[in-house]
């Protein structure tokens, strides 16, 4: 198909991926999950902020990189939690992108 060969839009990758997970336990696709999170991590301490980096279809700089990537998962958490047939524990206020990315005030 186009979006595993790239060539689609964002949302036809997100449909591959969900495909690719259909029907794999909770806690697989969590430690999935987990394994991706923590090399994300990684890689953004270790990155040079203000270095540009491929993002979908453009660049955007490691720091906006990390801000987006915090967003969306604050953003999805109700659909991740529905997804596993529990409630969603909402939040009152998503943290400000300074504060996650720059707690000791760096």
Do not use: M, Y
Request: with cysteine; proline share 6%; glycine share 8%.
């Amino acid at each position: 198909s186009q979006a595993a060969r790239g060539d689609g839009t964002v949302d036809d990758a997100a449909g591959v991926a969900v495909e690719q997970d259909r029907g794999a336990a909770g806690r697989d696709i969590g430690a999935r999950w987990e394994r991706a999170a923590s090399e994300l991590r990684e890689r953004l301490a270790s990155a040079d902020p203000s270095a540009r980096v491929k993002w979908v279809t453009n660049t955007l700089s490691t720091r906006t990189l990390a801000a987006t990537r915090l967003s969306e998962c604050w953003i999805h958490t109700g659909d991740v939690a529905s997804s596993a047939i529990r409630p969603a524990t909402p939040f009152h206020d998503p943290p400000s992108a300074s504060e996650t990315l720059c707690p000791s005030g760096r």
